[in-house]
């Protein structure tokens, strides 16, 4: 068994580099360390009925339902509707695109619940209008691209379904109020970054719209941002549970995409269904061998092993903590964040417990990380999309997203070390 971890990580990573999908190399990692363990475990049995065991929860449902909203969202013509109600409220402002920028990405990322889609969706408007506005084109993109991620943080959010399950202590209701807060610093800490940069470029203010036009603006945006109201107040009442919010969020956004906006045909709900169905089967299947990998860990005592090791550096909660973030940033660069929160939480969780964190807090935390590693490489998806949307090169906007960086890192801080940030919507509610 001491050999398990060994084996374990070397495969894995091995394997990562050589460019296998993640999902492939922690499946074969986990059936070579279920060999090496040995005894009675027969990989070909216990790998497969664990990963079954992994995704056979009923909170899971709701991640289908979020993933075909958000897709539903991203073609509805959500994200035209947030800019124009964005812009006219602060696009007066020194420099006042940039933090239109921030703002709609918080505002649809959070409604669709994916980063990826509110970087293609926003960034396909804002990167082009703020380069004809003047805005350094590698500016206009890693802005972007940082700040879509804050939509994983502000619920709702599958990613924080995921912690819910891997932890098995809190309930999504909680994680999502839990979000809130942390989720809006992060985007404030983004905005600082843009007043810091328009300041250095000279920006000046512009000519206010009229009330009449923001007011316009904000009646074509409401219906899009009154769904996180029925989500997030239909969970709070009682209402509905957090996977019926999610097929209350599917039939609303149908309804404003296709009889509404009619901006969906019905003709493309083959295309919409089809891309919802391989997302899903993705994640899921990320879920089965990340649940399956978990359980040879536990088995192997792999978390006691580590929660000892890294108590025996030190004995200060701050070096722990700042230790534990530096190790999610580094897993956040390599890793999926599905596949991580499924790893690391049972690893990670324990030792935040030992320093009085409470789990909402450490599973806002480990989000928050991972935030990141959307936003950097080799693994990072949204710089990804945020590069071809913004037709330049991660050479040439990795130096213009160094002050964003900071800014999230920023926040990260904050969130481990406040604890209020991410307690004290939960405890108010009494969540």
Partial sequence: MEYVGLILALIFFSLLFMNVPVAVAIGSATMLGVAVAGGTFRPEIIVPERMMFGINSFPLLAIPFFVLSGILMGRGGMARRLIDFASALVGHLPGGLAYANTITCMLFGSISGSA???????????????????????FSTALTTTSATTGLIIPPSNIMIVYAVACGSVSIAAMFLAGVVPGIVMGLCIIVACVIHAARSGAKFEKRVPFSVL????????????????????????????????????????ILSVFLYREVKFRDLPGILRET?????????????????????????????????????SSSPVVILLFINLLLLVVGAFMDMTPAVLIFTPIFLPIMREFGMTDIQFGIMMIANLCIGLCTPPVGTCLFIGCGIGKTSIAKVTPAMIPFWIAMLASVLMITYIPALSNWLPSLLGK
Wanted: proline fraction near 2%; avoid cysteine; hydrophobic fraction near 60%.
């Fill in 116 to 138: 990826g889609a509110a970087v293609a969706s926003v960034g396909g408007f804002m990167v082009p209008e703020m380069v004809a506005k003047g805005y350094d084109r590698n």
């Fill in 277 to 313: 169905g391989i997302t899903t089967a993705v994640v899921m299947f990320l879920i089965g061998v990340s649940s399956s990998m978990s359980w040879i860990m536990t088995v192997a005592n792999i978390p006691g092993t580590v929660s000892a090791w890294l108590l025996s550096l």
């Fill in 215 to 254: 007011w316009t603006s904000f009646r074509r945006a409401f219906l899009s941002l009154f769904l996180m109201v029925i989500i997030i107040g239909g969970i709070l009442k009682g209402i509905f549970t957090a996977t019926e919010a999610a097929a209350v969020a599917v039939a609303y956004a149908f």
